[in-house]
Antibody, heavy 121, light 110 residues
Framework: QLQLQESGPGLVKPSETLSLTCTVSGGSISSGEYYWGWIRQSPGKGLEWIAVILDIGYTHSNPSFRSRIIFSSKDTSKNQFSLRLSSVTAADTAVYYC????????????WGQGILVTVSS | QSVLTQAPSVSAAPGQMVTISCSGSNSNIGSHYVSWYQHLPGGAPKLLIYDNNKRPSGIPDRFSGSKSGTSATLDISGLQTGDEADYYCGTWDDSLSAGIFGGGTKLTVL
């Protein structure tokens, strides 16, 4: 059974960079038919698609975040993928989920439990 | 304001059927597969429907999906109190070159 687990700081100061890592177990992130993504839910709001990575150098990101995503990377040796979001504000306070997606089918079938990230000084 | 439009809320009695709609455009629903997710408070979203109308293993056939043109619907029959959750549609958008979700519909089972 595939499992995903988010990790990262629970508290980030405004203007700093948020770094999140998703560790995948029970399967390899090297498989070409999948992409690996980040989704968030801010308090009282709906799901928001952030970015996905298929392979190193091959990513897609929501235009709303594109200028602030420093990189979305994949480490096959550790079976992890990561996201770095710069210049965070209170509006970036949210539960962040990592998930496995199907390329060209565009759905996420396995999700992590989510990590709450609060942006506050 | 989401690119995909969903009614904010819907309600029905136990045992009844409810339809949740998702409206988009040619650059998203009209050109790509639609998926549906159930999101219970405090948990991870759960895939209910993918490729417009397919159910993952373990999802009961009370949940069904369809797509027509630039709109999609999720039908839930035989409503149970445990179905109370937020439901989201999702797809890809060519204009954004990114995935998108609808704004979500909160289902209340009265």
């Amino acid at each position: 059974q595939l499992q995903l687990q988010e990790s990262g700081p629970g508290l980030v100061k405004p203007s700093e960079t948020l770094s999140l890592t998703c560790t995948v177990s029970g399967g390899s992130i090297s498989s070409g038919e999948y992409y690996w993504g980040w989704i968030r839910q801010s308090p009282g709001k709906g799901l928001e698609w952030i970015a996905v990575i298929l392979d190193i150098g091959y990513t897609h990101s929501n235009p709303s975040f594109r200028s602030r995503i420093i990189f979305s990377s994949k480490d096959t040796s550790k079976n992890q993928f990561s996201l770095r979001l710069s210049s965070v504000t209170a509006a970036d306070t949210a539960v962040y989920y990592c998930a496995r997606g199907w390329d060209r089918h565009d759905h996420f079938d396995y999700w992590g439990q989510g990590i709450l990230v609060t942006v506050s000084s | 304001q989401s690119v995909l439009t969903q009614a904010p809320s819907v309600s029905a009695a136990p045992g009844q059927m409810v339809t949740i709609s998702c409206s988009g455009s040619n650059s998203n629903i009209g050109s790509h597969y639609v998926s549906w997710y159930q999101h219970l408070p405090g948990g991870a979203p759960k895939l209910l429907i993918y490729d417009n109308n397919k159910r993952p293993s373990g999802i009961p056939d009370r949940f069904s999906g369809s797509k027509s043109g630039t709109s999609a619907t999720l039908d839930i029959s035989g409503l149970q109190t445990g179905d109370e959750a937020d439901y989201y549609c999702g797809t890809w958008d060519d204009s954004l070159s990114a995935g998108i979700f609808g704004g979500g519909t909160k289902l209340t089972v009265l």
